[in-house]
Protein backbone atom coordinates (compact mmCIF):
# COMPACT_ATOMS: atom_id res chain seq x y z
CA UNK A 1 0.00 0.00 0.00
CA UNK A 2 1.91 3.23 -1.00
CA UNK A 3 0.06 6.26 0.38
CA UNK A 4 1.50 9.62 1.04
CA UNK A 5 1.87 9.39 4.32
CA UNK A 6 5.06 10.95 6.46
CA UNK A 7 4.89 8.55 8.75
CA UNK A 8 7.02 10.22 12.16
CA UNK A 9 7.14 7.47 14.40
CA UNK A 10 4.93 8.64 16.72
CA UNK A 11 2.19 6.75 17.70
CA UNK A 12 -1.02 6.37 16.29
CA UNK A 13 -2.43 6.08 19.47
CA UNK A 14 0.29 6.36 21.62
CA UNK A 15 2.88 9.43 21.12
CA UNK A 16 6.28 9.04 21.89
CA UNK A 17 8.44 12.40 22.38
CA UNK A 18 5.51 14.77 24.31
CA UNK A 19 5.82 18.35 24.05
CA UNK A 20 5.20 19.68 27.72
CA UNK A 21 1.48 19.27 27.87
CA UNK A 22 -1.04 21.73 29.44
CA UNK A 23 -1.86 20.55 32.92
CA UNK A 24 -5.32 19.51 31.39
CA UNK A 25 -7.50 16.73 31.62
CA UNK A 26 -11.14 16.36 30.41
CA UNK A 27 -11.40 13.27 32.03
CA UNK A 28 -14.14 12.52 34.42
CA UNK A 29 -12.87 11.27 37.40
CA UNK A 30 -15.29 8.94 37.94
CA UNK A 31 -15.26 6.78 41.08
CA UNK A 32 -13.64 7.00 44.88
CA UNK A 33 -10.09 6.53 45.32
CA UNK A 34 -10.12 4.09 47.57
CA UNK A 35 -12.80 1.98 45.56
CA UNK A 36 -11.34 -1.16 42.96
CA UNK A 37 -13.17 -0.11 39.81
CA UNK A 38 -13.31 -2.57 37.16
CA UNK A 39 -11.45 -2.33 33.62
CA UNK A 40 -13.47 0.40 31.74
CA UNK A 41 -15.09 -1.79 28.82
CA UNK A 42 -14.88 -0.94 25.19
CA UNK A 43 -17.71 0.52 25.28
CA UNK A 44 -17.20 2.74 28.14
CA UNK A 45 -13.65 3.92 26.58
CA UNK A 46 -15.58 4.61 23.35
CA UNK A 47 -18.13 6.98 25.07
CA UNK A 48 -15.43 8.76 26.91
CA UNK A 49 -13.43 9.55 23.57
CA UNK A 50 -16.91 10.70 21.82
CA UNK A 51 -17.56 12.86 24.42
CA UNK A 52 -14.39 14.48 25.11
CA UNK A 53 -13.98 15.13 21.49
CA UNK A 54 -17.20 17.02 21.62
CA UNK A 55 -14.96 19.27 24.01
CA UNK A 56 -14.52 22.01 21.88
CA UNK A 57 -12.39 23.96 24.26
CA UNK A 58 -10.42 21.30 24.63
CA UNK A 59 -9.95 20.23 20.98
CA UNK A 60 -8.80 23.75 20.63
CA UNK A 61 -6.33 23.99 22.88
CA UNK A 62 -4.22 21.39 21.46
CA UNK A 63 -1.45 23.30 20.00
CA UNK A 64 -1.19 22.01 16.20
CA UNK A 65 1.81 21.85 14.12
CA UNK A 66 2.27 21.52 10.47
CA UNK A 67 5.57 19.77 10.02
CA UNK A 68 4.29 16.74 12.99
CA UNK A 69 1.65 15.63 14.91
CA UNK A 70 0.91 16.79 18.24
CA UNK A 71 -0.75 15.58 21.86
CA UNK A 72 -1.44 15.83 24.93
CA UNK A 73 -2.24 12.99 27.46
CA UNK A 74 -5.51 13.15 29.09
CA UNK A 75 -6.66 11.21 31.87
CA UNK A 76 -8.86 8.41 30.84
CA UNK A 77 -11.70 6.55 32.86
CA UNK A 78 -11.03 4.00 35.27
CA UNK A 79 -7.27 4.08 35.06
CA UNK A 80 -7.09 4.01 30.95
CA UNK A 81 -4.49 6.10 28.87
CA UNK A 82 -5.52 8.50 27.19
CA UNK A 83 -4.50 10.83 24.48
CA UNK A 84 -5.67 13.77 22.36
CA UNK A 85 -3.59 14.06 18.65
CA UNK A 86 -3.10 16.46 16.22
CA UNK A 87 -2.78 15.32 12.59
CA UNK A 88 -1.51 17.58 9.83
CA UNK A 89 -1.76 16.91 6.69
CA UNK A 90 -0.62 13.54 4.89
CA UNK A 91 0.58 11.46 8.43
CA UNK A 92 -0.34 8.36 9.28
CA UNK A 93 0.53 5.85 11.80
CA UNK A 94 1.88 2.45 9.93
CA UNK A 95 0.38 -0.91 10.90
CA UNK A 96 0.74 -1.06 14.69
CA UNK A 97 -1.43 -3.08 17.31
CA UNK A 98 -1.72 -1.33 20.97
CA UNK A 99 0.58 -4.71 22.97
CA UNK A 100 -2.99 -6.59 24.04
CA UNK A 101 -4.65 -3.32 25.24
CA UNK A 102 -8.24 -2.76 24.20
CA UNK A 103 -9.31 0.53 23.47
CA UNK A 104 -11.71 3.41 21.07
CA UNK A 105 -10.72 6.53 19.04
CA UNK A 106 -13.17 9.28 17.61
CA UNK A 107 -12.54 12.25 15.64
CA UNK A 108 -13.09 15.69 16.88
CA UNK A 109 -11.87 17.47 13.64
CA UNK A 110 -11.13 16.42 10.11
CA UNK A 111 -11.25 12.71 8.99
CA UNK A 112 -8.94 10.00 9.68
CA UNK A 113 -8.71 7.15 7.55
CA UNK A 114 -7.98 3.57 9.18
CA UNK A 115 -7.05 0.47 7.66
CA UNK A 116 -7.53 -2.58 10.17
CA UNK A 117 -7.93 -6.51 9.92
CA UNK A 118 -10.80 -8.25 10.60
CA UNK A 119 -8.88 -11.20 12.67
CA UNK A 120 -7.51 -11.57 15.84
CA UNK A 121 -3.97 -11.11 15.58
CA UNK A 122 -1.89 -12.63 17.79
CA UNK A 123 0.46 -10.94 19.78
CA UNK A 124 2.88 -13.05 20.45
CA UNK A 125 5.37 -15.93 18.56
CA UNK A 126 5.65 -14.61 14.87
CA UNK A 127 7.69 -11.78 12.82
CA UNK A 128 5.93 -12.48 9.44
CA UNK A 129 2.47 -12.76 9.04
CA UNK A 130 0.37 -13.22 5.79
CA UNK A 131 -2.93 -11.53 5.81
CA UNK A 132 -6.00 -14.16 4.13
CA UNK A 133 -7.57 -12.85 1.51
CA UNK A 134 -10.79 -10.26 2.29
CA UNK A 135 -9.80 -9.36 5.37
CA UNK A 136 -9.13 -6.16 5.01
CA UNK A 137 -11.50 -3.15 6.37
CA UNK A 138 -11.54 0.45 5.87
CA UNK A 139 -13.31 3.10 7.60
CA UNK A 140 -13.65 6.92 7.95
CA UNK A 141 -14.11 8.45 10.74
CA UNK A 142 -15.47 12.14 10.72
CA UNK A 143 -15.46 14.49 13.59
CA UNK A 144 -17.90 12.84 16.15
CA UNK A 145 -17.24 9.54 15.06
CA UNK A 146 -15.83 6.61 16.73
CA UNK A 147 -14.69 2.92 17.07
CA UNK A 148 -13.65 0.30 19.80
CA UNK A 149 -11.43 -2.05 19.00
CA UNK A 150 -10.15 -5.44 21.11
CA UNK A 151 -7.02 -6.41 22.94
CA UNK A 152 -5.74 -7.87 19.10
CA UNK A 153 -6.75 -5.26 16.59
CA UNK A 154 -3.78 -4.23 14.08
CA UNK A 155 -4.25 -1.29 12.43
CA UNK A 156 -3.00 2.22 10.82
CA UNK A 157 -4.49 6.04 11.05
CA UNK A 158 -3.99 8.43 8.60
CA UNK A 159 -5.21 12.13 7.92
CA UNK A 160 -5.41 11.61 3.77
CA UNK A 161 -6.49 15.68 3.75
CA UNK A 162 -4.12 17.56 1.44
CA UNK A 163 -5.28 19.99 3.31
CA UNK A 164 -6.93 20.14 6.90
CA UNK A 165 -5.58 18.96 10.26
CA UNK A 166 -7.30 16.46 11.71
CA UNK A 167 -7.39 15.80 15.37
CA UNK A 168 -8.66 12.54 17.60
CA UNK A 169 -9.21 11.34 21.00
CA UNK A 170 -7.86 7.59 21.79
CA UNK A 171 -8.08 5.89 24.97
CA UNK A 172 -5.98 2.56 26.19
CA UNK A 173 -7.13 0.09 28.70
CA UNK A 174 -4.91 -1.21 30.25
CA UNK A 175 -2.16 2.04 29.86
CA UNK A 176 -0.33 0.59 27.01
CA UNK A 177 2.34 -2.20 27.94
CA UNK A 178 3.58 -1.68 24.61
CA UNK A 179 3.29 -1.29 21.06
CA UNK A 180 4.33 -3.43 18.10
CA UNK A 181 4.98 -1.73 14.63
CA UNK A 182 4.73 -3.41 11.15
CA UNK A 183 6.09 -3.02 8.22
CA UNK A 184 2.87 -4.02 5.37
CA UNK A 185 3.99 -5.38 1.87
CA UNK A 186 0.88 -6.99 -0.16
CA UNK A 187 -0.83 -9.70 2.54
CA UNK A 188 2.22 -9.70 4.95
CA UNK A 189 3.10 -8.18 7.81
CA UNK A 190 6.33 -7.95 9.35
CA UNK A 191 6.92 -7.16 12.65
CA UNK A 192 9.58 -3.88 12.68
CA UNK A 193 9.53 -2.49 16.49
CA UNK A 194 8.51 -3.09 19.51
CA UNK A 195 8.17 0.62 21.48
CA UNK A 196 7.88 0.37 25.22
CA UNK A 197 5.94 3.49 27.36
CA UNK A 198 9.09 4.98 28.11
CA UNK A 199 10.15 5.43 24.33
CA UNK A 200 6.90 7.63 24.41
CA UNK A 201 6.16 9.79 28.25
FE1 LIG B 1 -3.60 2.49 17.22
Redesign the pocket.
Known amino acids: MSLPVRSTGA????PRNAPTPPSRSSAPSSAPSSAPRPAPSPAELLAFVRRTAADASLVASLPLDPEGRTWVRLEGPGGSEAWLIGWPPGTG?GW?D?GGSH?A?AAAAGTLREESLAARIPTEGWKTLEVADGLDREQRLTAGRGRAFGAH?V?Q?LNESADDHAVSV?AYYPPLPM?RRYSRTGAVLRLEQVERPEEWQ
Open positions: PASATHHGFHHVHM
